[in-house]
């Protein structure tokens, strides 16, 4: 039986540290390996070169994945949740942005004094009809 005297604290420390080093290589490791499939850019076999690189060598294909791809993969990530806040916002997937992107550019182009109220109204109810 183990007790707690024979389990030091800084042996709990330790394993407590090495615990969370794992996690946060397993949330690298998902992460990269997600960015991987989500690249439209990348071909078939470059995706599966990469996961293959990042499997058999863990350690030296993620520090090369992030070395060579690292500020791409953190604009791919702002563009998806943009994306994704857009659509959720509009209440759709429209080819323009939906109802409310149609709204701010009318709102905008009435503050330039490019239309006038009844045509920013009209422009309102016709991106609400729609």
């Not at 690249?39 to 293959?52: E, I, P, Q, V, Y």
């Not at 060598?57 to 993620?62: D, E, H, R, S, Y």
């Not at 857009?86 to 009435?110: C, F, H, W, Y």
């Not at 006038?116 to 109204?121: C, I, L, P, Q």
Request: glycine share 10%; net charge negative; hydrophobic share 50%.
């Amino acid at each position: 039986m183990v007790l707690a005297s024979d389990y030091p604290f800084l042996e709990i420390a330790g394993t407590m540290l090495l615990f969370f080093l794992w996690l946060i290589w397993v949330w690298t490791l998902v992460a990269i390996l997600s960015d991987i499939f989500r690249r439209h850019d990348l071909s078939g076999w470059g995706k599966a070169g990469w996961t293959l690189f990042t499997i058999v060598l863990p350690f030296l294909g993620v520090l090369i994945y992030l070395i060579a791809h690292g500020q791409e993969m953190g604009e791919r990530r702002y563009r998806d949740a943009e994306a994704r806040f857009t659509r959720d916002a509009t209440g759709g997937v429209s080819k323009n942005g939906g109802p409310a992107a149609e709204i701010a550019q009318a709102k905008r182009l009435m503050d330039e004094g490019v239309i006038d109220g009844a045509e920013f109204a009209e422009l309102k109810r016709q991106a609400l009809a729609a």
